[in-house]
Structures are given as structure tokens and as C-alpha cells.
T-cell receptor, first 112, second 112 residues
Framework: DSGVTQTPKHLITATGQRVTLRCSPR?????VYWYQQSLDQGLQFLIQ???????AKGNILERFSAQQFPDLHSELNLSSLELGDSALYFC???????????FGPGTRLTVL | EDQVTQSPEALRLQEGESSSLNCSYT??????LFWYRQDPGKGPEFLFT???AGEEKEKERLKATLTKKESFLHITAPKPEDSATYLC?????????????FGTGTRLQVFP
């Protein structure tokens, strides 16, 4: 158990819909990272937040957005969902940006 | 462009048959190299961090080594429970933060 929690574990929805994924970092960690993992691709970095502020962006679509709240939990919002958005979404956290990232158990999103 | 390549893509071993997984990388300013283990449908589990050429880390049947261009994950006398996908990631500076670039992994199967 890494100490990072994610909810829900599974999410099934339809094209065009909007969903929210939630992540709680390890106690004391200020940074949260979001990744997408599809069958045909490796782990793709989406976005990073540090102590409530956006720090870095990766391959994140404009339909996707995220935020980090004062209690340091983070939410990833996915809208206008397409079939190709079906994937595992992982959250990771660390205390300092130079530290090891610890991953949560992931949310499996299925878009039908 | 920063890049991480892992080989082989898949590896089948008999229990007790030692082998090595390779991770080659090109990155401007390596700040660290990480090995993770990932079981199907689960989040990556941290194994090792290596920071400089010549460094070695060991944990049970696993040993990670680092050179200036590649890293190896040696598996000695593997057991079926070592079956998993092993991910390599390099940490590089990007703007005002560090980013992790993942390889696509080596899928290891160990048969009794």
C-alpha cells in the first residue's frame, strides 16, 4: 500500500459524458501527478500540481482539467468523453518534486 | 528528445532461470532513474532509484545497475510471484519541475 488513494476504482460511462476522478496523496506530500495508461501506450504524464498550483503540463487534452484543493486532494475532470479515453488513470504523489513518485491503485475508465 | 526504451518487450523464464531486463535512455540532464513493478490492473510499485553511473541497488532477487546510457534489472533465480511488468522511468528537469518519462515496460512471466 503506497498511501495514495484513488476513487472510484471503476467507472463506466457513455460517450459525451463528463466524469471526475479523485486522488488523495500520501500524508505530507504536496505534489500530485496524473497519468493515463492505455493498452497501446505506456504511462503518459498528464499534469502536476504542487501545493494547490499547477506546476507542469504533459499530454493533457483540452477536454481534461484538474485541480488541487487546500486539503491537497486532487480531482481530474474528463469531459466530452470519447471511446479513446478508455484507460487506466493513475495519480502519484511526492513531497518534493525531486523525490520518488508513489502511485495510487488507479481508476479504470470505460467509455461505451 | 528525451526517450526511454525497454527491452525485451516480453520475457518468459523458467523458475530459477536468471536473466536481465534492459532500459536505455537519452535525456538531457539525468536526475534519477527509477524502476517500478506493475501487476495487471494495479498501480506501479516503486522498486529502486539510481542516481549516478556505477550505482547498484538490491532487493531480494532483484538488482538494478546504472551506466551513462542504460540500466539493467537483473533477476536472480526468479519465482512465479516475480511475474509482472517492470517499468523504467527517467527523471529529467522540465521548466521549474522534474518530469518522469516512462518506458513501455518489459512483461515478465516466470513459469514453475
Amino acid at each position: 500500500d503506497s498511501g495514495v488513494t484513488q476513487t472510484p476504482k471503476h467507472l463506466i460511462t457513455a460517450t459525451g459524458q463528463r466524469v471526475t476522478l479523485r486522488c488523495s496523496p500520501r500524508s505530507g506530500d504536496l505534489s500530485v501527478y496524473w497519468y493515463q495508461q492505455s493498452l497501446d501506450q505506456g504511462l503518459q504524464f498528464l499534469i502536476q500540481y504542487y501545493n494547490g498550483e499547477e506546476r507542469a503540463k504533459g499530454n493533457i487534452l483540452e477536454r481534461f482539467s484538474a485541480q488541487q484543493f487546500p486539503d491537497l486532494h486532487s480531482e481530474l475532470n474528463l469531459s466530452s468523453l470519447e471511446l479513446g479515453d478508455s484507460a487506466l488513470y493513475f495519480c502519484a504523489s511526492n513531497a518534493l518534486v525531486t523525490d520518488t513518485q508513489y502511485f495510487g491503485p488507479g481508476t479504470r475508465l470505460t467509455v461505451l | 528528445e528525451d526517450q526511454v526504451t525497454q527491452s525485451p518487450e516480453a520475457l518468459r523464464l523458467q523458475e530459477g532461470e536468471s536473466s536481465s531486463l534492459n532500459c536505455s535512455y537519452t535525456v538531457s540532464g539525468l536526475r534519477g532513474l527509477f524502476w517500478y513493478r506493475q501487476d495487471p490492473g494495479k498501480g506501479p510499485e516503486f522498486l529502486f532509484t539510481l542516481y549516478s553511473a556505477g550505482e547498484e541497488k538490491e532487493k531480494e532477487r532483484l538488482k538494478a545497475t546504472l551506466t551513462k546510457k542504460e540500466s539493467f534489472l537483473h533477476i536472480t533465480a526468479p519465482k512465479p510471484e516475480d511475474s509482472a511488468t517492470y517499468l523504467c522511468a527517467v527523471q529529467a528537469r522540465s521548466g521549474n519541475t522534474d518530469k518522469l518519462i516512462f518506458g513501455t515496460g518489459t512483461r515478465l512471466q516466470v513459469f514453475p
